[in-house]
């Protein structure tokens, strides 16, 4: 299985300031072939369900706000949240969809 | 809009059988994987089934395998998992989740607010 550990597993950021998240993956999730990297970031806020944010390590999904990025390739990827606002309080995950089974990060913690 | 509706949990002992529903609407069901995902509380998120749109192909987490079973009926736009000899660690909110596309093993993009199973004495 590959294992996806993320950090740190919590960060206090001021509003308007930029937040960071880190994901390691135990192996490589780039598929040659398409040269896509098989990598999700998911945002829960407190109550709600997970709500998919940034696929292909980078493309942010429909309705998402421009201030939240991904990058990085490989093994090693990063969320960043350019300038932090209060709706922006929540745990995110990163996950991998390069194989059986379907794993997630431990979750990263956002607060104000 | 894409709606995810989950249904069916709630205590049972340990030991106990449980099945869950998952009422889909919004997109049309039978060309997309589906997935349920479970949440312990205060913990972070544990993906425990896929199941292809046609429903012939399913895959499982090893903490579940041999007691998990899911099916789909997509003349009722609907999930199922049926969860048998249920320990205490199978307690969690369950969610249903549609994949972007056919993928088994994909991007989730959509959510259902989930419902909890609670297995205890």
């Known amino acids: 299985d590959i294992v996806m550990t993320q950090s740190p597993d919590s960060l206090a950021v001021s509003l308007g300031e930029r937040a960071t998240i880190n994901c390691k993956s135990s192996?490589?999730?780039?598929?040659?072939?398409?040269?896509?990297?098989?990598l999700a970031w998911y945002q829960q806020t407190p109550g709600q369900p997970p709500k998919l944010l940034i696929y292909?390590?980078?493309t942010r999904e429909s309705g998402v706000p421009d201030r939240f990025s991904g990058s990085g390739s490989g093994t090693d990827f990063t969320l960043t949240i350019s300038s932090l606002q209060a709706e922006d309080v929540a745990v995110y995950y990163c996950q991998q969809s390069y194989s059986n089974p379907l794993t997630f990060g431990g979750g990263t913690k956002v607060e104000i | 809009e894409v709606q995810l509706l989950e249904s069916g949990g709630g205590l049972v002992q340990p030991g106990g059988s449980l099945r869950l529903s998952c009422a889909a609407s919004g997109f049309i069901f039978r060309n997309y994987a589906t997935s349920w995902v479970r949440q312990a509380p205060g913990k972070g998120l544990e993906w425990v089934s896929g199941?292809?749109?046609?429903?012939?192909?399913?895959y499982f987490a090893d903490s579940v395998k041999g007691r998990f079973t899911s099916s789909r009926d997509n003349s009722k736009n609907t999930l199922y998992l049926q969860m048998n000899s249920l320990r205490a660690e199978d307690t969690a909110v369950y969610y249903c989740a549609k994949s972007q596309d056919t993928a088994i093993v994909g991007i989730l993009d959509s959510w259902g607010q989930g419902t909890l199973v609670t297995v205890s004495s």
């Open positions: 199941i292809s749109g046609s429903g012939g192909t399913t």
């Open positions: 192996q490589s999730v780039l598929y040659s072939s398409n040269n896509k990297n098989y």
């Open positions: 292909w390590a980078s």
